[in-house]
């Protein structure tokens, strides 16, 4: 499986606009299309950062367009959700460039990332567009409360570490937590989404938020495939991978199990919802 990875720009509102496309050579020209979201706790990163990630979206048959995104504090909520959701619908108006208009539309990322994906996923489904088809979620942040058993039990809490850091630069100011597209997990409606992948691990400091809106998604009838890999990891850090080789995460462990649940996300994708248990589980 050889991922190629270029950089192309595109003008978004009369701005340049540069993002690292990747493919494998060997991928269906029909495969998804996949705007996938690097981490860095909002704060830091760049789509070189989450090239880990994308070049196993890319080995498990999508084409990825890996793009950045206002980073905090100097751009506080919302403006990073408002820049990608304009993104997302350029990707998906573009998609025929790289696969084809048909094409299943995506969208991915991890840790923050994983919060703008889910955030995005929520915005598309209240404004009608785009015609988004999946999400998915790797360790995704969506709880600013950071109260959680795995959040205490990664010595992490809701002062003094880095995510901690990351979301107060994020929402600029308390109250911004309420909001669902800041925090995900307060979202009160999670019916008419997109089919969500959420994926984490046993030693992730998010596994109890996503577990949990996981299961909140099955409950309000989305199509959800839910996985939890067993550690170590070193998850969410170690997904944070600038690409040294033709494969960044290629000495992880979890690299194939994180890749074969993509596959199956896809495969759940185009087949649609005759392979969906009336639990939302495939």
Known sequence: M?????QEQFMLEGEALTALVLRDDAAPAGGPV????HGGSFVSGSPGHGDGVATLLAQAGAMVVSAGYPLAPEHPFPQAINHVFKVLKLVGAMRGRW?????KLVVAG??????LAAAVALMARDQQVP??????LIAPMLDACMATNSIRKADAGPVGCRWADGWSDYLGSAEKAAHPYASPANASRLSGLAPALVVTAADDPMRDESCAYAERLRAAGVVTLAAELSGPTGWPCSLQMPR?????LAGEPWAGELRDQFIRFF??????????AADGKA
């Open 99 to 103: 696969a084809r208009k048909k094409s």
């Open 244 to 248: 040294a080789s033709a494969e960044p």
């Open 267 to 276: 495969e759940v994708l185009a087949i649609g919802s005759r392979t969906v």
């Open 131 to 136: 015609d988004l088809s999946g999400q998915i």
């Open 110 to 115: 991890e840790e923050a990332g994983g919060n």
């Open 2 to 6: 050889a991922v190629q990875s270029t």
């Open 34 to 37: 996949v705007l996938h979201l």
